[in-house]
């Protein structure tokens, strides 16, 4: 595989035991690619990830939820059809909302699916690409990859280039899981210790939405990896259970801080526009997080979403990594965060 000479840095090792002092990342922010390269290549396939590995991401994200059969499979939604062929597949296999339910076929089905460049339905019928602009919404030979194939695709590129890339795994959804009889979060540890990962906590994060679900995490699985709590915004409609506005409280980072070892807010949380000098007006977020040891990783960066105000997307690395000064951020884009960063911090 080819690698690209973008100035990767080393690893840095933010990470102590849980319960003991946090390691905070100096200089450094660690560029996560959000469902691998996805601003080039459909989300979450394996051709996506080696194109973030090759373009130096320090970490490559995975979504995940379960098949009928338990298989922990890299898949963003728990529905299939904004990045699937399952329409044309299994055309008569939708619940009565319409919608096709990961859980519902097993590993044998999904792997029939071909994976398209995300797409939604239009108001009279039509279906078109999210982002316009990126991969062609056009039929591929890609497929819905497992866990342990992402996992073992990444540990092979990792020892062919002599970096330690790591991992960033989102539960998706698990009291939906959970209704359905389905554990995620057993699941995915199970996974991560077949192939060795289990106890790598410099090299692999769990993050969530759910906050009860980090907590059976942390207290009843008792897994040392680190742990990030996401933060949606209210709006969403995300969890209904989870009060997100409290959580971004200096009541609710207190308690975040019991279980956690980080936050991962919506960009726009720490952004906040511009004042009438045209500066950039920030929220106390990442400095209230960072006097409670918690590490901050916002999503997500896109050049072709930008936030209003924002002209392109090296006036929002240097607004996240530089002013507001996160630890790391989400990118479609991994090439172009890894180059502000080298290019910013070269001696």
């Given amino acids: 595989m080819p690698r690209l000479a973008l100035g990767c840095c080393l690893l840095v090792l933010l990470w102590a035991k849980p319960g003991s002092a946090l390691l905070m990342a100096a200089d450094t922010p660690l560029v996560i690619a959000h469902r691998g390269a996805s601003g080039y290549l459909p989300e979450h396939t394996l051709p996506a990830k080696a194109m973030a590995h090759a373009m130096g991401a320090d970490y490559l994200e995975q979504d995940v939820v379960l098949t009928r059969d338990g298989v922990p499979i890299v898949l963003h939604d728990i529905h299939l059809e904004p990045t699937t062929d399952v329409e044309q597949v299994f055309p008569g296999r939708a619940r009565e909302d319409g919608r096709f339910y990961a859980i519902d076929f097993d590993l044998a089905e999904i792997r029939r699916l071909r994976v398209h460049e995300r797409s939604r339905r239009t108001p009279d019928g039509r279906e078109e690409a999210v982002f316009s602009g990126r991969f062609p919404l056009q039929p591929t030979s890609l497929q819905v990859p497992t866990l342990a194939e992402e996992i073992a695709l990444i540990d092979g590129m990792n020892r062919s280039s002599g970096r330690r890339a790591g991992l960033y795994i989102e539960l998706k959804a698990p009291q939906f899981h959970r209704r359905a009889g389905q554990d995620i979060a057993r699941a995915v540890l199970q996974v991560l210790r077949d192939t060795g990962y289990s106890e790598r906590t410099e090299q692999v994060y769990l993050q969530c939405f759910d906050d009860a679900t980090l907590r059976y995490l942390r207290s009843e699985l008792q897994t040392s990896l680190p742990l990030i709590q996401l933060i949606a915004d209210k709006a969403w409609g995300e969890d209904s259970a989870v009060d997100y506005d409290y959580l971004r409280s200096a009541a609710g980072l207190d308690e975040v801080a019991t279980y956690a ?36 990783h916002p999503f997500t960066l896109r050049s072709d979403h930008l936030p209003a105000g924002i002209e392109d997307l090296d006036t929002l690395h240097n607004i996240l990594l530089d002013q507001a000064g996160v630890d790391g951020a989400f990118t479609d884009f991994p090439d172009r965060m890894r180059a502000y960063i080298d290019r910013e911090r070269a001696p």
Avoid at 278 to 294: E, F, I, K, P, T
């Fill in 261 to 296: 070892d980080g936050i991962g807010p919506w960009i726009m949380h720490i952004y906040l526009g511009r004042d009438a000098t045209g500066a950039a007006r920030l929220s106390d977020l990442v400095d209230q997080a960072h006097a409670r040891n918690l590490l901050v």
